[in-house]
T-cell receptor, first 111, second 115 residues
Framework: AQRVTQPEKLLSVFKGAPVELKCNYS??????LFWYVQYSRQRLQLLLR??SRESIKGFTADLNKGETSFHLKKPFAQEEDSAMYYC?????????????FGKGTMLLVSP | GAGVSQSPSNKVTEKGKDVELRCDPI?????LYWYRQRLGQGLEFLIY????????KSGLPSDRFSAERTGESVSTLTIQRTQQEDSAVYLC?????????????FGPGTRLTVL
């Protein structure tokens, strides 16, 4: 079975501080990992995916297969980064795409 | 055009009543997904559609839940004889195709409260 664990419900940092949102997964095959974000009063949206190896809004995430982790990092947090962040895994069960989400981490960036 | 839309945005119902939730995906998106988010929980996958077909209904919580899609467009999620544990935000998403590489675009959700 596939599982995504986000150990922190809440992460509170000051503006300018580094941020790391933890995500660990359990999956026997080669998963595709994603980070989704939900800003206040907005809908859930894709932030980044591991396959793209891109940096979005200063955030990066590296897939570590040895540690089965996909932590989201940003060197200097901004107040506008405050949001709910969800890590998600797509295991392509039976050949179709379904996302398994973690429970989410609320990031609060204080001035 | 516009993104994924869902209606109603909020629904309050009494235990035992039936409810119907609607999702309008992005035009041209062949894949459609339903998720549920209960308070303090992550998003729980319920069912997906490829076109009008839902090959796997095993994610639906019980036989009180059903879903259909017509015209490769609108989808409805029906919950019969609602229970308090059905209270949650129900999210719909659509993607161009049923591929992990295709981004899923989410609707704003329907908040269901069962009294």
């Amino acid at each position: 079975a596939q599982r995504v664990t986000q150990p922190e419900k809440l992460l509170s940092v000051f503006k300018g501080a580094p941020v790391e949102l933890k995500c660990n997964y359990s999956y026997s095959g080669s998963p595709e990992l994603f980070w989704y974000v939900q800003y206040s009063r907005q809908r859930l949206q894709l932030l980044l995916r591991h396959i793209s190896r891109e940096s979005i809004k200063g955030f990066t995430a590296d897939l570590n297969k040895g540690e089965t982790s996909f932590h989201l990092k940003k060197p200097f947090a901004q107040e506008e980064d405050s949001a709910m962040y969800y890590c998600a895994l797509d295991g392509m069960n039976s050949g179709y795409s379904t996302l398994t989400f973690g429970k989410g981490t609320m990031l609060l960036v204080s001035p | 055009g516009a993104g994924v839309s869902q209606s109603p945005s909020n629904k309050v119902t009494e235990k035992g009543k039936d409810v119907e939730l609607r999702c309008d995906p992005i035009s041209g998106h062949t894949a459609l997904y339903w998720y549920r988010q209960r308070l303090g929980q992550g998003l729980e996958f319920l069912i997906y559609f490829q076109g009008n077909s839902a090959p796997d209904k095993s994610g639906l919580p019980s036989d009180r839940f059903s879903a259909e899609r017509t015209g490769e467009s609108v989808s409805t999620l029906t919950i019969q004889r609602t229970q308090q544990e059905d209270s949650a935000v129900y999210l719909c998403a659509s993607s161009l195709e049923l591929r992990a590489s295709d981004e899923q675009f989410f609707g704003p959700g329907t908040r269901l409260t069962v009294l």
